[in-house]
């Protein structure tokens, strides 16, 4: 029986989140929290226990920050504020179902214009083309990077893992429609799935479409498992394929059985990426354009 989405309004204290690690950005900005998307791969699920949920809601419990345009202004106008990266969605999709009505990201774009603030948007939506004039018009003032996260070209395979995401082929059109805007435009081919994604022959035709949109990059990446999604996903393949489940759930228990399944993977995306004459460096288009407005500080290598 399908699950009925409760959409709940709150407020933030914060617009931008600070985040640490290896990323090219110091900020994360998410308009809501919980994801309809229902990607059985999600990381994110662990996020609901901050606003004392459980992560078996994530993706029918919705929360709408209803401030969060108001705060980001108010951050961005400080005198404090540096202009640096900041991450829209790094959490959960901002452009999900609920956004086609209330309409946040436009509002959250214009304040981005206003103070000529880089960003990076991810989504697996193509709601986002509803704003593409905004995002033209930032892209010709500041850096500004629009990904879409693609996994799988065969459409019924992408139903069962990401159930209510666009269309893979439609997520394509998202990036050839980006490629008329100065934005950086990129596929993250991210997670790369083991016995249900992996095949070379689903990666070249990802590589294919991804040469085909002329993307600036591609950035794959292998799925890795922890928390509450390892429970998730193990749960997922046990009812959808279970005659997979036993070489997964060993490949994630083995250390050295995945590290030679990496380099055997690895082995056939460089091959591909050759072939296609595809970058993996989503840094550099954001290098290039932040030394053109001299905001680049080699001391934070990127920013």
């Given amino acids: 029986m399908k699950n009925t989405v409760r959409y ?25 929290r919980g994801c309809i998307h ?23 419990e919705i929360y709408v920050k209803t401030n969060i345009v108001e705060e980001l202004d108010r951050q961005l106008s400080s005198k404090s504020w540096k202009h640096e990266v900041i991450n829209i969605g790094g ?4 452009y ?36 593409i004039d905004l995002i033209d018009e930032l892209s010709r003032l500041t850096y500004i990077n629009i990904a879409s996260t693609i996994t799988v070209t065969d459409r019924k395979t ?12 439609e997520r394509f059109r998202i990036l050839k429609a980006m490629r008329k805007t100065n934005a950086s435009v990129g596929m993250h081919s991210m997670p790369i799935i083991p016995y249900i994604t992996d095949s070379i022959e689903n990666i070249e035709s990802l590589f294919s479409h991804a040469k085909e949109s002329d993307v600036h990059y591609v950035l794959p990446g292998i799925l890795y498992l922890r928390g509450e ?14 005659q997979l489940y036993k070489n997964i759930y060993m490949l994630y228990n083995n250390t050295e059985k995945r590290k030679e399944y990496k380099y055997s993977l690895y082995q056939n995306i460089n ?3 050759e072939k296609y004459s595809i970058s993996f460096s989503y840094t550099n288009p954001m290098r290039e354009k932040m030394k053109k407005e001299r905001k680049y500080d080699p001391q934070l290598k990127l920013f």
Avoid at 91 to 94: A, G
Avoid at 158 to 169: F, G, L, R, V
């Fill in 38 to 60: 229902n990607c059985k791969y999600c990381y994110a699920l662990y996020s609901h226990k901050y606003i004392n949920s459980n992560s078996d809601d994530f993706f029918n």
């Fill in 91 to 94: 959490v959960t999709d901002s």
């Fill in 96 to 131: 999900q179902a609920v956004e086609k009505n209330n309409k946040i990201m436009p509002e959250i774009l214009k304040l981005l214009i206003k103070h000529k603030n880089p960003a990076i948007i991810s989504t697996k939506s193509t709601l986002i083309l509803r704003d």
């Fill in 271 to 273: 091959f591909l990426k």
């Fill in 229 to 242: 999604t390892r429970k998730s996903f193990f749960n997922f393949v046990l009812r959808n394929y279970p």
């Fill in 8 to 32: 709940k309004n709150i407020t933030c204290k914060s617009a931008l989140n600070k985040v640490s690690g290896g990323f090219p950005y110091k900020w994360d900005l998410n308009i809501y």
């Fill in 158 to 169: 992408a139903a069962m893992i990401e159930t209510n995401a666009s269309p893979p082929m």
